[in-house]
């Protein structure tokens, strides 16, 4: 499944491509895809079942208030996507990428976005957690 950030642009951009979840007490791999001022990044991002669900609640919240912040983060590692709203609505999605390597390799990335985003983003998000029906 991909979750896609609805900005209605290609260049910011962010998308959560072919998500799957690792088993049923492990937590969620995917490829992360961001645009944002001619940067682009593609590449492995992980997140655990607990962090996708305080995500959700989180940009639930933002929507509704107006305030706050969620994050996805992978674990024992810096890579984090950031959503931040402020009072006026506009949503500043914020992060970080590293290659932990010989030759180690880092992206930070920043752009702005409003409030429309919110929910849409809660809502595939929280199909993500859903369990599957077999």
């Given at each position: 499944?991909?979750?896609?950030?609805?900005?209605?642009?290609?260049?910011?951009?962010?998308?959560?491509?072919?998500?799957?979840?690792?088993?049923?007490?492990?937590?969620?791999?995917?490829?992360?895809?961001?645009?944002?001022?001619?940067?682009?990044?593609?590449?492995?991002?992980?997140?655990?079942?607990?962090?996708?669900?305080?995500?959700?609640d989180d940009l639930r919240i933002m929507d509704r208030d107006l305030a706050?912040?969620?994050?996805?983060?992978?674990?024992?590692?810096?890579?984090?996507?950031?959503f931040d709203v402020s009072a006026r609505g506009v949503v500043t999605v914020?992060?970080?990428?590293?290659?932990?390597?010989?030759?180690?390799?880092?992206?930070?990335?920043?752009?702005?976005?409003?409030?429309?985003?919110?929910?849409?983003?809660?809502?595939?998000?929280?199909?993500?957690?859903?369990?599957?029906?077999?």
């Amino acid at each position: 499944m991909d979750v896609v950030l609805r900005t209605h642009t290609d260049d910011p951009s962010l998308a959560f491509r072919r998500v799957r979840r690792l088993g049923p007490a492990d937590g969620y791999e995917c490829e992360l895809h961001v645009r944002s001022a001619g940067f682009v990044l593609a590449r492995s991002f992980w997140f655990e079942p607990s962090d996708l669900a305080a995500c959700i609640d989180d940009l639930r919240i933002m929507d509704r208030d107006l305030a706050g912040a969620a994050e996805l983060r992978t674990r024992y590692e810096d890579n984090f996507v950031r959503f931040d709203v402020s009072a006026r609505g506009v949503v500043t999605v914020s992060g970080t990428a590293t290659e932990y390597s010989a030759l180690g390799q880092s992206l930070r990335f920043a752009f702005e976005t409003d409030q429309t985003v919110l929910r849409p983003l809660a809502e595939d998000l929280a199909a993500l957690a859903r369990p599957v029906a077999t």
